[in-house]
Nanobody, 128 residues
Framework: QSQLVESGGGLAQPGGSLRLSCTVS????????VGWFRQAPGKGREGVSC??????????RYADSVAGRFTVSRDNYENTVYLLMNSLKPEDTAIYHC???????????????????WGKGTQVTVSS
């Protein structure tokens, strides 16, 4: 069974940085758009970033809450998608999941029900 595996979470101070990784097992992500979602306790799941499929151009997308601070990228050779999180804020604290969606145009979507693959998540905690 193919799975996405996240890594890189942990504890960071406000203003610090973390880099999350999302790696596929059993599937290539070539045709998939890959998104990052987060969910804090008592909050709904929020799409924070996404990158479209490689054939569609690997275009990044960001939620307003993280734009200018986070950078999403993908490594074609290692079949890994990254989320570099800079200038972290306490409100970034959440469990971060990556998810992959396969569609005709390889476009990003934050529709959780549309995602085809999910990772188990990695905890990001931003605290002094």
């Amino acid at each position: 069974q193919s799975q996405l595996v996240e890594s890189g979470g942990g504890l960071a101070q406000p203003g610090g940085s973390l880099r999350l990784s999302c790696t596929v097992s059993g599937f290539t992500l070539y045709h998939y758009a890959v998104g990052w979602f987060r969910q804090a306790p008592g909050k709904g799941r929020e799409g924070v970033s996404c990158i479209s499929s490689i054939p569609s151009g690997g275009r990044p997308r960001y939620a307003d809450s993280v734009a200018g601070r986070f950078t999403v990228s993908r490594d074609n050779y290692e079949n890994t998608v990254y989320l570099l999180m800079n200038s972290l804020k306490p409100e970034d604290t959440a469990i971060y999941h990556c998810a992959a969606v396969l569609n005709t145009f390889g476009e990003c979507t934050y529709d959780s029900d549309s995602q085809d693959l999910w990772g188990k998540g990695t905890q990001v905690t931003v605290s002094s």
